[in-house]
């Protein structure tokens, strides 16, 4: 009897799954294998929401597996000590992981190639629809503009979508843990349920023809909220663009933009580790310091209604819109002019889908240090508000102490009559005169 190692790590699922396709047909008995490793905890990645998250995931995983005949076993520890222990107590002759792209994904590859040698065997385009280094320019290891990327990313070969195993056989008594279970405290209240099944659910019901229209209205809610379920690899990106371009349309290839533009954010990060911290574009900025005004910002209480729902919602549902972290993002970087680390930090600290690619490089396009090549960009959330959420059913929805301000006069309430005032709602963090004289600034119009 010949055994083999799946080890999962952000490839929660069954279908399309290249680690398990490959373990399966390597070996008469597959282990599928996670490991709680307490680095992950040490390194700020443990976040209560995601952490809750995790465990329903690994519930739904393990309930998976155990519908085709096999079980997940749970480990804790170092990743390559206790992958490395566990092939010995098995005699395993091969052990299949997804390649990563952070500099802690690839810390953790390099000592499970040191602990197992030639053992292991590491798979790419699991976690992306195009594996980072595949799609590259002439000359160079990566592209520093999505548009060329995108152009080069769509004639780029995919490999074919592989079914879910119908069958898996595993050794009796692999020694393991209990599964994780949600935190007790920290997580958000509007969290959303993990796992493969409900991710598949999400994607059955969700609109995509309507996606092109109004993936940026914020109070229509209309984006597929699939992106903690890709965070946790619930969902394959790969059979995502199958199935988007098997129904066509202006929605499907939007969509498929928005896959492309995670691939991109993945590219940049495997080639540039550090900028998951540094400049990836150093501007030179000198960052205005003032926790308060951090602190503020953070809760949601800027006196920017179109700001502070974004926020609100972010602490409610450990989610926000697309268009909302733009402009929370945007305010944040260039009207507050507070370095983009600090929001960068607390969107991971929050987000299901808290990705490290994803989150610090679109932070960094905001703050115009990325890939960004018009780094004087800025959005003006008044101007915004007025746009994607016209009436203010946003605003309404996610600051209950405007509930009663009608239409978009919600967006100012500073200039309502005083007894119409929210006595509640504070006023704005920066005046509004100021607001536009730092955007015209951002701008390089000063």
């Given at each position: 009897m010949t055994v083999a190692i799946a080890l999962f790590t952000q490839d929660l699922?069954?279908?399309?799954?290249?680690?398990?396709?490959?373990?399966?047909?390597?070996?008469?008995?597959?282990?599928?294998?996670?490991?709680?490793?307490p680095r992950v905890d040490a390194a700020g990645f443990a976040a209560p929401n995601r952490l809750?998250?995790?465990?329903?995931?690994?519930?739904?995983?393990?309930?998976?597996?155990?519908?085709?005949?096999?079980?997940?076993?749970?480990?804790?520890?170092?990743?390559?000590?206790?992958?490395?222990?566990?092939?010995t107590e098995l005699g395993a002759a091969t052990v299949h992981v997804a390649a990563g792209v952070t500099a802690f994904a690839q810390r953790r590859e390099n000592g499970l190639r040191t602990a197992l040698g030639d053992r292991l065997?590491?798979?790419?385009?699991?976690?992306?629809?195009?594996?980072?280094?595949?799609?590259?320019?002439?000359?160079?290891?990566h592209?520093?503009?999505?548009?060329?990327?995108?152009?080069?990313?769509?004639?780029?070969?995919?490999?074919?979508?592989?079914?879910?195993p119908?069958?898996?056989?595993?050794?009796?008594?692999?020694p393991g843990e209990p599964l994780p279970t949600a935190p007790a405290r920290g997580v958000s209240p509007g969290l959303p349920p993990g796992g493969e099944h409900a991710a598949r659910s999400r994607r059955q019901h969700w609109d995509v023809d309507g996606y092109a229209d109004l993936h940026d209205d914020l109070a229509a809610d209309a984006t597929s909220h699939?992106?903690?379920?890709?965070?946790?690899?619930?969902?394959?990106?790969?059979?995502?663009?199958?199935?988007?371009?098997?129904?066509?349309?202006?929605?499907?290839?939007?969509?498929?933009?928005?896959?492309?533009?995670?691939?991109?954010?993945?590219?940049?990060?495997?080639?540039?580790?550090?900028?998951?911290?540094?400049?990836?574009?150093?501007?030179?900025?000198?960052?205005?310091?003032?926790?308060?005004e951090a602190e503020a910002w953070r809760q949601g209480r800027t006196g920017y209604p179109i700001?502070?729902?974004?926020?609100?919602?972010?602490?409610?549902?450990?989610?926000?819109?697309?268009?909302?972290?733009?402009?929370?993002?945007?305010?944040?970087?260039?009207?507050?002019h507070l370095d983009w680390r600090i929001g960068a930090a607390h969107f991971l600290a929050l987000l299901v889908d808290g990705d490290v690619a994803n989150n610090q490089l679109n932070w960094q396009w905001?703050?115009?240090?990325?890939?960004?090549?018009?780094?004087?960009?800025?959005?003006?959330?008044?101007?915004?508000?007025?746009?994607?959420?016209?009436?203010?059913?946003?605003?309404?929805?996610?600051v209950p102490e405007l509930a009663a301000v009608p239409g978009r006069a919600v967006h100012r309430p500073w200039q309502l009559p005083d007894r119409d005032r929210c006595p509640d709602y504070p006023d704005p963090i920066i005046p509004p005169d100021t607001l536009t004289q730092r955007l015209r600034s951002a701008r390089g119009l000063d």
């Open positions: 699922r069954l279908h399309d799954h290249p680690v398990l396709h490959a373990a399966r047909n390597a070996a008469d008995r597959v282990v599928p294998l996670f490991v709680r490793d809750a998250f995790l465990a329903d995931c690994l519930a739904d995983l393990d309930g998976s597996l155990r519908a085709i005949g096999s079980r997940l076993t749970v480990r804790r520890g170092d990743t390559a000590e206790e992958t490395a222990r566990l092939a065997q590491v798979h790419d385009g699991v976690l992306t629809v195009q594996p980072p280094g595949r799609v590259t320019p002439a000359g160079r290891d592209y520093a503009v999505f548009t060329p990327y995108h152009r080069a990313w769509q004639q780029a070969h995919r490999r074919p979508v592989l079914p879910a119908r069958a898996l056989h595993t050794p009796e008594d692999v699939l992106s903690p379920y890709l965070h946790f690899g619930c969902l394959s990106p790969n059979e995502l663009v199958a199935l988007a371009e098997r129904r066509g349309g202006p929605g499907a290839e939007a969509f498929v933009r928005q896959l492309a533009w995670r691939d991109f954010h993945h590219q940049v990060l495997a080639a540039r580790p550090e900028a998951a911290h540094s400049d990836y574009r150093t501007r030179h900025d000198r960052w205005h310091h003032d926790e308060k700001v502070d729902a974004g926020l609100r919602q972010l602490a409610h549902q450990g989610w926000m819109h697309n268009r909302a972290r733009l402009l929370t993002a945007c305010f944040l970087a260039k009207s507050l905001v703050a115009g240090t990325g890939t960004d090549t018009r780094p004087n960009r800025v959005l003006n959330p008044l101007l915004q508000a007025d746009r994607y959420d016209p009436d203010g059913t946003y605003v309404r929805r996610w």
